[in-house]
C-alpha cells in the first residue's frame, strides 16, 4: 500500500500570500496518478488536480501541481479568501487507492 | 450535469451491517468507476472500494466485511459493511471515476453513527 504523508499539518497565511503544500508517497507514484482535493466544512472533495498537474475543469490558474515520483507538490499563487481549507492528496495508480492526512490551510 | 446521493440509516446498532445506497442522476452508469469513501468525524479520507461493471476492488483493511454491488436499472449502486463498531462511524461519500483518472463527482455524503 502506498502512504502519503503530507506536509505541514496546518499552514496559517494571509490572503494574498502563496501557500507550498508538499505530499511524499512511501513509494513511486505508479504513472504519477496523483490528485489534489480541497474540502471545506460539511461538504465533500472537490478535485483540484490529477496525474500530479494537470487542472481539473473549472479550477482556478492559482491552483498548480508538480512533482512526480514519490514527492509532489500543490502550490496556491496567492490565496484568496475561499481558499482556505483542507487539502488531500490521492494516490490513484496502486491498489489500494489512499489519501494523505490532509493539510489545513488557515487564515493567519 | 452527473449529481450523486447518498441514502440510508444514520443510525447502526453495534455488530449489525450498514447499508447505504447511491443514486446517479444526469448521466449513464456504464464505463465507470463507482466507489465509496469514508471520512471518520474530525479526521481524514479513507478509500473503502470500488465496482466497474462486476469487478470490485476493496481496501484490504475492510475486505473481510465489505460489498459493493451495482444496478444499473435503478441507477444506483451500493454499499454493506458488516459487523459494524464504533469505528466504523464517519460520513460515507460515494463517488465516480473515469479510468485512468480519480473521482471526480462525488456525493454530498451522510453520516452514520454506529451506537446502541
Known amino acids: 500500500e502506498v502512504v502519503l504523508t503530507q506536509s505541514p499539518g496546518t499552514l496559517s497565511l494571509s490572503p494574498g500570500e502563496r501557500a507550498t503544500l508538499s505530499c511524499r508517497a512511501s513509494?513511486?507514484?505508479?504513472?504519477?496518478?496523483l490528485a489534489w482535493y480541497q474540502q471545506k466544512p460539511g461538504q465533500a472533495p472537490r478535485l483540484l488536480i490529477y496525474?500530479?498537474?494537470s487542472r481539473a475543469a473549472g479550477v482556478p490558474d492559482r491552483f498548480s501541481g508538480s512533482g512526480s515520483g514519490t514527492d509532489f507538490t500543490l502550490t496556491i499563487s496567492r490565496l484568496e479568501p475561499e481558499d482556505f481549507a483542507v487539502y488531500y492528496c490521492?494516490?490513484?495508480?496502486?491498489?489500494?487507492?489512499?489519501f494523505g492526512g490532509g493539510t489545513k490551510v488557515e487564515i493567519k | 450535469q452527473v449529481q450523486l446521493q447518498e441514502s440510508g440509516p444514520g443510525l447502526v446498532k453495534p455488530s449489525e451491517t450498514l447499508s447505504l445506497t447511491c443514486t446517479v442522476s444526469?448521466?449513464?452508469?456504464?464505463?465507470?468507476?463507482w466507489g465509496w469513501i469514508r471520512q471518520p468525524p474530525g479526521k481524514g479520507l479513507d478509500y473503502i472500494g470500488w465496482?466497474?461493471?462486476?469487478?470490485?476492488n476493496y481496501n484490504p483493511s475492510l475486505k473481510s466485511r465489505v460489498t459493493i454491488s451495482v444496478d444499473t436499472s435503478k441507477n444506483q449502486f451500493s454499499l454493506r459493511l458488516t459487523s459494524v463498531t464504533a469505528a466504523d462511524t464517519a460520513v460515507y461519500f460515494c463517488?465516480?471515476?473515469?479510468?485512468?483518472?480519480?473521482?471526480?463527482?462525488w456525493g454530498q455524503g451522510t453520516l452514520v453513527s454506529v451506537s446502541s
Open positions: 490521492n494516490q490513484y495508480g496502486s491498489s489500494p487507492l489512499s
Open positions: 513509494q513511486r507514484v505508479s504513472n504519477n496518478y
Open positions: 496525474v500530479a498537474s
Open positions: 444526469g448521466d449513464y452508469m456504464s464505463g465507470y468507476y
Open positions: 463517488a465516480r471515476a473515469v479510468d485512468s483518472r480519480p473521482f471526480d463527482y
Open positions: 465496482i466497474y461493471y462486476g469487478t470490485t
